[in-house]
């Protein structure tokens, strides 16, 4: 799966810039505010409908413009067919999505069109963040590989919203409580099952990436389902009703699940300098990719913003070369071009040197043909 076309529309400081991308690899370079972090900007928000650098979309319109229009030409690798993708945000929020013309429901239906993988300065967070990013970790893969995941996961969204707002109001009907507990403890059951078969499958990708890179340990997990799986979950949320009205929440549950990631034994968050989690992430991602390939016969594209900054030379060549055996298409962004050169002077990719918000093709770097 690759982006052969890209055109963004007024997002941040890029009014009008085209993108005729390599299907595999695409460096963008250039200075501080050039421009390079906003066109992996414009393609997340294609791909997932939302920003990874602020969640008011406000503030990504061009201070000039009512609206930004971010689109693309798809093609996919297992079809060989190809879709136009295109997405429309307005200053007031207004929010249009369209895959060959056709309007989309949802933000949601964007993430199976187009699978991304983001990896930026803040991606260290899966590790030594908090439990909500290793669920998004975990939610991604299930997502993409088991069809039936979106819609239990709405349902279980849902109803996690109703009995928290019945906990919420200041009278208590139990009956109610007990009928979305009822309804609430089959949802974190199945969730927890997808989650733990996808684990486990992803263990064997996990250690091939891991074994690609110098400067890591044996990987190991210990995955929390969000309550003390010893016991019936029914049984948990009987015992926890008292403290679950107190608080006015449910303390136990899918959404309170986590992963434990551990090296040699160790957590890796605590035993890890701060480069070798970065590595460990980029391992970790990685494996994503390679299982989503193995299941769907489908590469996912990779968002890498400063990689210079975030690896040495010879991890970020190990990096590159395990995407280039993934056949991933990936975007790259760095100040220096000489920071790539020499990784890519004997494959064909493309370089664009970014300039106050305009893009311009490199001819020096670029080699195009396979």
């Known amino acids: ?72 030409r798809l093609t996919r690798d297992s079809s060989g067919s190809s879709h136009q993708l295109g997405i429309k945000r307005t200053s007031k929020g207004q929010f249009e999505a369209r895959v060959d013309g056709k309007s989309l429901q949802s933000a949601v239906q964007l993430v199976s069109e187009l699978p991304l993988q983001l990896i930026d300065a803040h991606s260290f967070m899966l590790l030594e963040g908090g439990p909500l990013q290793r669920r998004q970790f975990l939610d991604w893969g299930v997502f993409h590989v088991e069809h039936g995941y979106t819609e239990l996961w709405r349902r279980f969204q849902k109803t996690l919203k109703q009995r928290n707002q019945l906990l919420r109001h200041g009278r208590m009907d139990e009956a109610l409580l007990r009928t979305w507990t009822a309804e609430l403890t089959p949802l974190c059951e199945q969730i927890t099952q997808f989650r733990q078969a996808y684990l486990a499958e992803l263990r064997e990708p996990i250690n091939r990436a891991v074994g690609a890179f110098d400067g890591l340990g044996e990987v190991s997990f210990d995955y929390y ?46 035993h890890l300098s701060r480069g070798q989690i970065k590595l460990l992430v980029y391992a970790l991602k990685l494996a994503q990719a390679s299982h989503y390939r193995e299941k769907s016969g489908e590469s996912c594209l990779f968002l890498l913003d400063d990689l210079p900054a975030e690896l040495d030379y010879q991890h970020r060549g190990q990096v590159i070369a395990y995407l280039n055996e993934l056949g991933c298409q990936y975007f790259i962004t760095g100040v220096d071009k000489q920071d790539f050169e020499c990784l890519l002077e004997k494959m064909p990719h493309k370089m664009f040197h970014m300039e106050h918000g305009v893009a311009s093709i490199d001819e020096t770097t670029g080699i195009e043909s396979l």
């Open 1 to 72: 799966m690759f982006l052969s076309k890209l055109d963004i529309f007024q997002v941040r400081n890029l009014e009008a810039v085209q993108l005729l991308c390599h299907p595999q690899a695409n460096i963008i370079y250039g200075a501080n505010g050039s421009g390079k972090t906003s066109c992996l900007e414009s393609i997340y928000l294609l791909g997932r409908g939302r920003s990874f650098r602020h969640r008011d979309l406000r503030v990504v319109v061009n201070n000039q413009a009512d609206e930004l229009v971010v689109s693309a």
């Open 225 to 270: 389902c969000g309550w003390d799986d010893s016991r019936p979950l029914d049984e948990v949320y009987e015992q926890d009703k008292t403290r679950d009205i107190a608080t006015k929440t449910t303390n136990h549950g899918a959404h309170r699940a986590d992963i434990r990631i551990k090296v040699d034994g160790q957590p890796a968050a605590d």
